[in-house]
Each structure stands twice: as structure tokens, then as C-alpha cells.
């Protein structure tokens, strides 16, 4: 069973974002071991894209920091391999397709295996358009997630039949960013996809606060934070390591409190 | 070749590549496209806009002082600049919005590099009547200010994009995200040959009424079919929809002419097919400025139309094949062609077409008088003035 599995079977896992070498490579790495210090079950990766097209104003300001101080997927995938050393938890990157596309899928998914990574997620790699990396990804052992939006509806019964891993759930319409009000229809969005799957379902999108983690992890089985930990990091630079810890041990004692699955 | 070979592909190219939260309301919109297309009373409406609001059919123009003085191939120019609102962009526009207001939406977006394809929707949503936000590079708002007011006079909301380089292509980037905002109640007017499937194909075909115009044209005037026809390429809309209805006619050459801005041996250029190299961005697979790490390179051309790193699949497909030919034009080719079209035919063409009239400018020997060629006029240049003007070191502005 693969890392990203028993981390769904042992408990229902925060997911925390972190955007790669922002603002450098060196202390993306310490951040993502102050995140899994203070109980992050699973660490995104994000790999820098110029143009991030889903990406809100905050992960989009914290791309360009990092592309600016010299991030680039060798330096990244470097980090890995040496965290890999430190940490068995599982670590996925979350990319557009085209830097991946630019180094070669062989080369690219080869390099995942070497350094240690679990997984892969891909915003603008649609169910249509799988096809283009799938083959390969699971040759090198590394799982694509799939992702299912509130517009998904009658999308969902193919989508979820190529999952592995965890399904992402998009809990709301939009780009990413923290959000105030989280869509109370995301309840029943995860209840469809349940219908149709065995797989984990993890929401992300606008959960930036306790009381929201609390009220997913009541119908979900994991949560995924982004904007609010690149937040914290835009604010305090690189000294964010411990206020990240902290943050990550408050939304998981939240977490906890949630009403236990069974 | 014409048709792609698996759903929304030229060969490689095309494809979907969008978030997921998008893909329902493309499907829909592929399906309400054929639909519309294969309804008798939605392509007679389109029709009667195009005949009656838009002007069509443009002139096809014999240019015969250029055609002497360059003393080539008898050069005929479609007159894309004589339509309403000043360039082919209408074609495109007036068929989307009428396709909005068909599927139901009350809200149309659109990006816009020059100003042109922003204008263009701001007048087709007055006129049916929908709510209408335009999405412009800082840059390009600072470069076409007399465009930004004049879309506010239509009706529109013109947001600037402060985003990356602030121009076309991050333009095109918040319009995507704006669209994935609302997806209700909005459709996104895709401005060019572009983005994910079905736009690169819907697009074309809006915009084939300037190639199928041009083909009965100068079969009409001169009883043969041109041995070339140029249009200028940043995404690539008037260059598709001159080529599109051409491709089969084996002896016309399709050459297409893109921003080499400052040269192509510098970075400041946009001139996709000359320096770029495949990739995967707005949705499509095809050539990309990018660096080795898939970074979208910043592109520059002194035409905010051709200000865009990428072009339109179909092109890139034509280009893979052999079929099309594309020829980077600089800067001051262009600015050069722009003064001579002036002075020799008098027209006051957009800089971005300029960029075609300079291709042929540089290649009219190659041809013979016996020769017909056909350049795609596809803008007028009044929006280009005082820029050609500070270029030329007059201190003009708008």
C-alpha cells in the first residue's frame, strides 16, 4: 500500500499547500518540517508557474517570489530527495501541466520516483486530457490526483473511476484563495462523489480557519489548506517557520473535534 | 487535415487542458455551437448582423500603385479595416454573443490585447443586449487609451490586469479565472484562434467569411485563385479565417507574419513559430515562448495584438504540415510598411496588419505580375497613430 493510502486508512489527514522556493528552496524545506511537526499529514508541493491560471492573487504573488529568487523543478526536486531522507510523509506536487510537459514526462516522473514523491496534481489536466501523463505517472509508481469541482454533476461517475489516492474536491467556484464563507452545498458534493467511490475525499479551496476545518472534516475525509499557509509565509518571510507549525496544530486540534467518522 | 483528427486536435496541437471546473460548461458549449450552426434560423441571424450591422462583404481592393511600385505580383487587400468597429475581430464576436444570448447567458467576458476584440465585444453586448467585462493589460490600457473609453461608451466594464506582464497574455489569464468564478450565468468570448476546444475551431469558422469572401472576390475580379495569401499572426483569428477556406487549394501559399518585435535574435519578440517551442498553456497544446523550464516567456512587439507568446493550434498544425508558412516581420519593418500604405494607397492600416503588408513588401519579387496575392487587411490604423508617432519621435498622445 502506498504512503498516500495508509495515510487516509491511519487518520483523516490535513493537507497542507506550501509553493516551492518561496521565498527559497532551502526554507520551503524547513517550512514543509515545521508543517509535518505541527501534524500536517500529507505536503503539496507547488512547483512555480509564471502563469498560474488557477491560482488566486496569493499563491500567484507567492509564484512570482519564488520564480523571481530562482526557483526551478531541479531545485525542487532536490528538496525532495532530501526531505525524503527526514520524513516518511507522503509529498505531492501540484503543477501545470507545462513545466512538466518542458522536461519530458519520462524524465520528469523518473526524477518523482528517484527523489521520493508520492504524488501529483495537475490543474489543467482535465479528465479529457489524462490520457497525456497517466501512463507514465503510474510506471514510476507516482499516483495523479483527480479532481472534481461543484460543476462537475454528471462528470463525477468517470472521473472517479480513474482516481487514486484521494479525490480533490473543489469546494467552491473559483480560483484559490481564502474565503470568508465556504459554499454550504459542499456537504452534498461530497456526498455524490461517495456515492460513486471507495477513494478518499479530501475539499480544499477557501478553508483557511479552524471553524471551517472543523465543519468539512465533519463529511470529509481529508482537508487541504493553500492560500492561508502562503499567507503566512508572504507575512513573515523566513521567519514563518514556527507561526506554520502553530497554525497547522491549531487546524488539526479542530480537525479532531469534527464529529469522529464512524 | 482541416477537420482535427480527435476531438478539438490539429495533429498535436489543440486539446482541453483546463481546470476541471470549466470542462462541463465547454462541453456545453461544443454542443450548443453545432446546434446553433446547424440551425437555418441561427446562421440567417448571424447572417443578417454581419450583412446588415457589420458591413459586410468587406472590399476586396485592387492595390494598384503598390502592386506598380513594388513591381511584383498584382496585390489585392480584403478590407477587414472598413468593417464596423474597425477590424475582423466583429466577424468572431457578433456569432459568440449571439451564442451567449442562445444558451441563456446574460453576461459576456473577454480579454483584449489592442483594444480591438475588447471593442468589438463591447459593441456586439450593447447591441444584444448583455452585460459585458473587459479584461486589459495595465500596459495596453496605458498604450490604447482612446480603446478603454471607448468600450466604457459601449457600455462595458473595462478591468485593468495588473497581473505578470501585464499585457495580453495575462489578460487572457484573468479572464480565464473570472470565468471560473461564473460559469452561470457568463460566456467567455474568446478572442482568437485560441484556448481550449471548441474555441480554436469556433473561431476559425466565425472568422471564414473573410477567406470565403476573399476566394469568390478575386475568382470574380480576376478569374484565378491568388498564389498567396499573408495575414499577420499573434493568436492568429484573421490570419485562420483568410487561410481556412484556401487550404485546399494546393497553389496558394498561406504565409502568416508574426511580431519578431526588436528582432528575433533579441528577447524582444513575440514570433511564436520562429523562436518558440511546444508546449501546453490557455488551454491548448501548441508553440510557446517559454524557457527550459516551461516558464512563459514575456513577449514584446510594438502591436499589442501581437503581443501574445503562443498561437492559435490550427497554425501550429499548418505550420507542422508544411502547409502554412510563417515569417517573422520586426518592428520597424512594420512601422515602415504602415508609412507606405499610407502614402502610396491611402489607407491608415492597424500596425498589427502592417506587419503583412511588410512580409510582402520583402518578398513582392518573388512573384510575377501575372501573380495575384491577397494580404488581410485586418484592422484600420487610427488606434495606432500616436504610438507610430512617439516611435517616430513626435511627442503625440491620445
Known sequence: MNRIAKTFEANRPFIGFITGGDPSVAKTEEFILEMIAGGADVIEIGIPFSDPIAEGPVIQEANLRALGNGANVDKLFAMVASLRLKTQTPLLFMTYLNPVFRYGYERFFSRCQECGLDGIIIPDLPYEERQEVEEVASRYGIILISMVAPTSKDRIKQIVEQAQGFIYTVSSMGVTGVRSNLDGSIGELVESIKKETQVPVAVGFGISNPQQARAVAEFADGIIVGSALVKIVAAHGEKAGLLLRQYVQAMKEAMAAAASRQ | ?398
Open chain 2, 1 to 398: 487535415m482541416d477537420q482535427p483528427i480527435k476531438k478539438g486536435r490539429f495533429g498535436l496541437h489543440g486539446g482541453q487542458y483546463v481546470p476541471e471546473t470549466l470542462m462541463n460548461e465547454l462541453l456545453k458549449l461544443e454542443q450548443a455551437y453545432t446546434q446553433a450552426m446547424e440551425d437555418a434560423e441561427f446562421r440567417q441571424e448571424l447572417n443578417s448582423l454581419l450583412t446588415k450591422y457589420a458591413g459586410r462583404p468587406s472590399l476586396l481592393y485592387h492595390a494598384k500603385k503598390m502592386s506598380a511600385d513594388l513591381g511584383g505580383p498584382q496585390i489585392y487587400l480584403k478590407r477587414e479595416d472598413l468593417n464596423h468597429t474597425g477590424s475582423h475581430k466583429i466577424n468572431n464576436v457578433l456569432g459568440q454573443v449571439l451564442l451567449a444570448k442562445r444558451m441563456g447567458k446574460t453576461r459576456v467576458i473577454a480579454e483584449t490585447g489592442a483594444g480591438q476584440h475588447g471593442v468589438a465585444t463591447a459593441t456586439a453586448a450593447a447591441l444584444l443586449d448583455l452585460a459585458c467585462v473587459i479584461f486589459m493589460g495595465k500596459e495596453d490600457v496605458e498604450r490604447q487609451l482612446l480603446n478603454v473609453y471607448r468600450m466604457e461608451l459601449l457600455g462595458a466594464t473595462v478591468i485593468p490586469v495588473t497581473t505578470g506582464t501585464m499585457t495580453l497574455k495575462d489578460a487572457v489569464n484573468e479572464t480565464m479565472r473570472e470565468w471560473t468564478r461564473r460559469v452561470e450565468d457568463t460566456l467567455y468570448v474568446l478572442g482568437s484562434v485560441m484556448g481550449p476546444h471548441p474555441f480554436p475551431t469556433m473561431v476559425r469558422d466565425f472568422q471564414s467569411v473573410i477567406g470565403s469572401e476573399t476566394r469568390a472576390q478575386i475568382l470574380k475580379e480576376t478569374g484565378s485563385l491568388p498564389v498567396a495569401v499573408l495575414a499577420c499572426v499573434g493568436g492568429g483569428s484573421n490570419a485562420m479565417g483568410m487561410f481556412y477556406p484556401f487550404i485546399q487549394d494546393e497553389g496558394v501559399r498561406l504565409i502568416g507574419c508574426e511580431a519578431a518585435g526588436q528582432g528575433i535574435e533579441t528577447e524582444k519578440h513575440a514570433a511564436t513559430i520562429a523562436k518558440g517551442s511546444l508546449g501546453v498553456f490557455h488551454g491548448m497544446k501548441s508553440y510557446f515562448c517559454q524557457d527550459e523550464y516551461g516558464q512563459i516567456a514575456p513577449v514584446y512587439s510594438i502591436s499589442a495584438g501581437l503581443d501574445y507568446p503562443g498561437i492559435g493550434p490550427e497554425h501550429a498544425h499548418l505550420y507542422d504540415s508544411g502547409r502554412g508558412e510563417y515569417r517573422p516581420v520586426t518592428d520597424e519593418e512594420a512601422v515602415q510598411a504602415f508609412e507606405y500604405l499610407a502614402r502610396t494607397e491611402g489607407i491608415i492600416c492597424a500596425i498589427e496588419s502592417a506587419h503583412a503588408v511588410a512580409q510582402l513588401m520583402k518578398m513582392a519579387k518573388e512573384f510575377s505580375a501575372q501573380d495575384s496575392v491577397v494580404i488581410c487587411l485586418s484592422g484600420r490604423g487610427d488606434k495606432d497613430v500616436a504610438a507610430i508617432a512617439r516611435y517616430r519621435g513626435r511627442n503625440i498622445y491620445e
